[in-house]
């Protein structure tokens, strides 16, 4: 069934803070991420991610990556924004923190990212909330 996912600059913006987020896929040999070729209906490291935020009663939804402007549209690759205040001193927060990174910061899973967006970036796109700015595709 059809969904209508916000990207993750707009809810920030509705948020009005910054925010968490996670996508899953491996880097490929240049440091990106391979859009293509990803399955994300089928990639077992976001359903355990999310069988875990059910288990913890973290609330999430999923999101597109941070929209750029001049394209139509983004396939959407399994990004989960996180409903977790980005604060270090926020129990849940250090949940999360504990559960995706290791004590040097770096991924425990090589397929999943935990990141966050500051409110400062997502501004960058308040123009695409404008109620006209979508009729001009």
């Known amino acids: 069934m059809p969904m209508i996912i916000d ?3 707009r809810i920030a913006r509705k948020k009005q803070r910054d925010v968490l987020y996670v996508t899953f896929m491996p880097l490929n040999e240049t440091g990106h991420f391979d859009d293509d070729i990803f399955d994300w209906e089928n990639c077992q490291a976001r359903r355990r991610v999310i069988k ?3 288990t913890n009663k973290i609330n ?3 999101c597109h990556r941070f ?8 396939l959407y690759q399994g990004q989960i924004y996180l ?3 980005y604060d270090d001193k926020n129990e849940l927060y250090k949940k999360l923190e504990s ?4 004590s040097d910061g770096s991924m425990k899973d090589p397929f999943v990212r935990f990141c966050y967006i500051t409110l400062e970036q997502a501004m960058k796109n308040v123009h695409h909330d404008a109620p006209a700015y ?3 595709w």
């Open 99 to 102: 559960y995706f990174e290791n």
């Open 134 to 136: 979508w009729d001009d």
């Open 52 to 54: 875990w935020l059910e």
């Open 67 to 74: 929209w750029a402007d001049g394209l139509l549209e983004y």
């Open 7 to 9: 990207s993750i600059d």
């Open 60 to 62: 999430y939804q999923f």
């Open 83 to 85: 409903g977790v205040v």
